[in-house]
């Protein structure tokens, strides 16, 4: 076994984009629905370490509005995982892009009304910690522009046959295994590294 590598620049924060997928390769089956990626206690425990890196959520609307029940979720009663998971969210910062939305709805939340690439690169450049990409759709913009530094992959083993894709249809990427596990129930986590990107106007290669 090994942990996912440390990637981006010296003394900046690096971009993840990670998801629980089925073995085909969706985040969510025809129907919309989620169940494939709710983790046991084993893969919760590791999600929840893989969070504590995490500074700063880039999110949706949608996710966003999922995401939210761990703002007011009551921890008192809680399993001890989701409980940690939880104080983990809160802690960290959020950034939502919705043309929608006017005002969050949880604490150290911003909107921002478009998803600007060279906003997401200053703000990598200002931190130290790791940011996290959520949702498919803001990811494969990420992708596109070159912004992702790591695909965390939790792949359970299931077979949808179609929904929502983890990864866009259009895009070609380069990658590197740096990091893998195996759990109790099946599920594997699959830690790439983005070597190089194509599919956008102007490929992009990492150095």
Do not use: C
């Amino acid at each position: 076994m090994s942990s996912p590598a440390q990637v981006g620049q010296p003394g900046m924060g690096s971009l993840h984009y990670a998801s629980i997928t089925s073995v085909d390769g969706y985040v969510a089956d025809r129907d919309g629905s989620f169940e494939l990626s709710v983790p046991d206690e084993e893969v919760h425990r590791f999600v929840n370490d893989l969070q504590r890196q995490i500074g700063t959520h880039l999110y949706g609307r949608r996710l966003y509005e999922v995401m939210l029940a761990w703002e007011t979720l009551p921890t008192e009663d809680a399993p001890a995982v989701m409980a940690d998971f939880a104080a983990i969210w809160r802690a960290a910062d959020k950034i939502v892009y919705s043309s929608t939305l006017e005002a969050p709805s949880s604490a150290r939340t911003r909107i921002e009304h478009r998803f600007d690439p060279d906003r997401v690169r200053e703000l990598k450049a200002a931190t130290t910690r790791d940011l996290l990409v959520g949702g498919p759709q803001l990811a494969a913009e990420a992708l596109r522009a070159g912004l992702v530094d790591e695909i965390q992959q939790l792949v359970s083993p299931v077979v949808v046959g179609g929904g929502t894709r983890f990864l866009p249809e259009d895009l070609t990427l380069q990658l590197e295994l740096v990091g893998e596990r195996r759990f109790g129930n099946g599920v594997v986590h699959l830690a790439y590294r983005v070597l190089a990107v194509d599919g956008t106007a102007d490929p992009v290669v990492r150095r």
